[in-house]
């Protein structure tokens, strides 16, 4: 397959928001065993809850979009013009080759719906940034 062969891609399960959803994700985590030094003191017993958003933060929000609807393209486009914080696009569905020729600018692809699995997006476009020591996801209806 040539890199310049437009290929479509698709993101199975994500359909076009018909109504827009606004929820948040807890990015906690439980250690579920001791994590140990060399010599094998405790440093973290099993059971300490963390957030990553206690040591570092999202720097860029996350835009998940459709690239075969015209719309959901324009207010992705018209969305990074906007936004105060950078953003980094994420194709659901299209070709991101095309758009990355267009755009001038990294366009990215959620592979296997890996990470609109993990964010629970079920409509698109979806917009995920940091609120607090959270994760908002926004799902946008046109």
């Known amino acids: 397959i040539s890199i310049d062969q437009p290929h479509r891609y698709r993101t199975p399960g994500i359909r ?35 957030n990553p958003f206690d040591f570092d933060r999202l720097t860029k929000a996350l835009l998940f979009f459709d690239g ?33 020729r267009e755009w001038k600018r990294e366009v990215f692809y959620d592979q296997g719906g890996a990470l609109s699995k993990r964010f629970s997006i079920a409509q698109s476009p979806a917009l995920v940034s940091q609120e607090g020591k959270r994760l908002r996801v926004d799902e946008v209806r046109l």
């Open 16 to 50: 076009a928001a018909q109504t827009a959803r606004t929820f948040y994700i807890d990015p906690t985590w439980t250690l579920d065993r001791n994590v140990v030094d060399e010599k094998g003191a405790i440093l973290y017993p099993a059971g300490t809850r963390v």
């Open 68 to 100: 075969r609807d015209k719309r959901q393209v324009a207010f992705a486009k018209r969305f990074m013009a906007e936004s105060k914080l950078p953003v980094k696009p994420i194709l659901i569905a299209g070709e991101p080759l095309k758009l990355m």
